[in-house]
């Protein structure tokens, strides 16, 4: 009697990397969930953005997000930031969505300083 072996682990699509899909579920996450405060640019320009105190961290600033880790912005993602309006999302987001994100904030709204 043989045993088969399943799956629920798919083949990625033709053509598609697994940074690319980790990119696109990151922006995905983001524009759901990021998007309202940091804005479509990264740089906290939207209504609600501008009405914290203190403002959303701007992802457009190359030497300010130079300075700060990947281990860092996981800890504020998971955590939050006390005493600014980032809540934690532990708990919504698991530890590779939370990867995702940063990969996506990283590729898409740096700029040379």
Request: aromatic share 4%; with cysteine.
């Given at each position: 009697?043989?045993?088969?072996r399943?799956?629920?682990?798919?083949?990625?699509?033709?053509?598609?990397?697994?940074?690319?899909?980790?990119?696109?579920?990151?922006?995905?996450?983001?524009?759901q969930?990021?998007?309202?405060?940091?804005?479509?640019?990264?740089?906290?320009?939207?209504?609600?953005?501008?009405?914290?105190?203190?403002?959303?961290?701007?992802?457009?600033?190359?030497?300010?997000?130079?300075?700060?880790?990947?281990?860092?912005?996981?800890?504020?993602?998971?955590?939050?930031?006390p005493?600014?309006?980032?809540?934690?999302?532990?708990?919504?987001?698991?530890?590779?969505?939370?990867?995702?994100?940063?990969l996506?904030?990283?590729?898409?709204?740096?700029?040379?300083p």
């Amino acid at each position: 009697m043989g045993c088969c072996r399943v799956s629920l682990v798919q083949p990625l699509p033709t053509g598609m990397t697994r940074a690319r899909l980790d990119a696109l579920v990151g922006e995905q996450i983001y524009r759901q969930s990021c998007v309202v405060c940091h804005g479509e640019k990264g740089d906290g320009q939207t209504p609600l953005g501008q009405s914290l105190v203190p403002r959303p961290r701007d992802f457009t600033r190359a030497q300010e997000m130079a300075a700060i880790s990947d281990r860092q912005l996981a800890q504020v993602i998971a955590g939050g930031s006390p005493g600014t309006a980032m809540a934690p999302w532990r708990g919504v987001l698991n530890s590779e969505d939370i990867r995702r994100v940063i990969l996506f904030i990283r590729q898409t709204f740096l700029r040379a300083p």
